[in-house]
């Protein structure tokens, strides 16, 4: 069974800083990698998706990387700003269950100005 | 606007009052999802639909209906609450019938079952 894992749970850096955010996965067949934030109170929005066949996606500050063979994907944060404050979650659709999707538990982000 | 509207955002019942959380999507979504947030367990999946009158169960779909009788709509059903219930609810859509695109959430309905 599918399992998603993000260490840590809560992070804490000062303003500026370039940060890595982890998500690993036991199953290695999966369709794509999404990455979302969840501001406090609020539903999730999806920040970035990477199909199973690429290795990264960027957009912006963000960079997010995926590596099937070794279950990780990593979310990197240039020059981070307190408005990145808020709880980053990865989740995967595991191959061949239909629509299901599983979630990890996320790593609630506090950057300091 | 784009957008996923759940309603209500607030919910407090009794237990075993039947309960309808409504879930409307603009952007002629094939797919939507279920998902419960609950403290130290975060987001599981209740139930999913990857077309109109196709649904399927997640990994918590005990105590739990929907049903997809209009591409734009997917509510849930509670037909006799308990307090396990208890929780921070999302809907989701997305372009593909399945989660292959990215996902849209609502807001999400913070549902307290005494």
Partial sequence: ?113 | EAQVTQNPRYLITVTGKKLTVTCSQNMNHEYMSWYRQDPGLGLRQIYYSMNVEVTDKGDVPEGYKVSRKEKRNFPLILESPSPNQTSLYFCASSLATRPYSPLHFGNGTRLTVT
Avoid: H
């Avoid at chain 1, 369709?31 to 199973?52: A, M, V």
């Avoid at chain 1, 995926?66 to 808020?86: E, H, M, V």
């Avoid at chain 1, 061949?96 to 538990?105: A, P, S, V, Y």
């Fill in chain 1, 1 to 113: 069974k599918q399992e998603v894992t993000q260490i840590p749970a809560a992070l804490s850096v000062p303003e500026g800083e370039n940060l890595v955010l982890n998500c690993s996965f036991t199953d290695s067949a999966i369709y794509n990698l999404q990455w979302f934030r969840q501001d406090p109170g609020k539903g999730l929005t999806s920040l970035l998706l990477i199909q199973s066949s690429q290795r990264e996606q960027t957009s912006g500050r963000l960079n997010a990387s995926l590596d099937k063979s070794s279950g990780r994907s990593t979310l990197y944060i240039a020059a981070s700003q307190p408005g990145d404050s808020a709880t980053y979650l990865c989740a995967v659709p595991p191959w061949n269950q239909g629509g299901k999707l599983i979630f990890g538990q996320g790593t609630e982000l506090s950057v300091k100005p």
